[in-house]
């Protein structure tokens, strides 16, 4: 007797964690491509990179096919490789570790600040310093700025490089430096749930001319020229000087960066709404805090908003709860270092980061996007006030 797959019930959400906001201009921008019968990397991804660079007051800026291929190549062409050690969150995505692993060398995972600030903590930072260490990659949690100054000061006294994984900040800053312009290296996402979304896609961005030119080459196997320089008759041949990866972006998805760049400040504003609505409501119900709250040393991105839960509220009931009402809601991060791959890899060292741990057992992401409207977020707001008074 065969088997019967069990049966998958796809759940249809009235409110997902997060959504695109495309119209016409995108279908438009996709349309020109298409019409214009050339795909590859070629001019409208230069465009794409000119109009970010001068977005972000930033010398270069290359395209690449996504965030973690920028990542690859950020510590790549820092030289990072066997033997070396890279102080980095463990609350991230688990594309800012592998980056560093990618490389040959060791992610040296460091504790956030806690509850309120869920960026890496510098204090933890100067703590784990060795003669190994040659990088510090920090990560802008939900486009909150991570607190830079006394990170480039531990890398400055250190002569250590500093790159920022700004998946999550794009639009955001600093005391008014934009995140992804402070460090050595700043690598962005367009993947499809972020501010500004390509479906895939990413960049890599850096004021440092020799820096620029390895990752030029780097982004599409190590090759002097491009396939469109040769189709537009400046070059007839090409060199290999590198060990170089296949990361380019197709002209598709610059298509779609250059018209979504143009909307990012006004969606960005519009997440800030949600924000401090969520921010108002929550803030009288018992039991839910709300990170990033008071005074920050920055405009965020707004690109999640994450609550944490009190130590004695089940996430998992919580969550469901939620579920129940159609409202979708997520998990950033289940940390790092408490993966099997890394537990193998780099031994059992739970216990070791109790702040991110806290988090990654008691933080719950809540749905935000521009399209969200203010009776979404409210009808949230009271599925929570219904799910903690249970
Ligand atoms: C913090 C962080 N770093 C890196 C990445 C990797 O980006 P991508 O999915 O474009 O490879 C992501 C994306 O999800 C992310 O959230």
Redesign the pocket.
Known sequence: MGHRAPEVVEVVWKIPLSDIAMGREEDEAVRDVLRSRWLSMGPVTEEFEAAFARYLGVKHAFAVS????A?HIAHAVLGIGSGDEVITPSL??V??ANSILYCGAKPIFADIRGNNDLNISWEEVAAKISEKTQAITV?HYGGYACDMRPIMEIAHDHDLRVIE?A??AIGATYRGQRCGTIGDIGCF???ANKNLSTG?G?MIVTDDDLLAEKIRTMRSHGMTTLTWDRHRGHSSSYDVVDLGYNYRMCEVASALGIVQLRHLEQKNERRRQIVDRYRKTLAGIEGITCPFGGKTNGVSSYHIFPVILSADLPRIGFQGALKKRGIQTSVHYPPVHLFTYYRRLLGDTRGSLPKTEFVGEHEVTLPLYPGMTDDDADYICTAIEGAVSR
């Open positions: 996504n965030g973690t291929a990542l991230t995505f594309a800012t990560v994984d998946a999550h996402s367009f993947f895939e990413g």
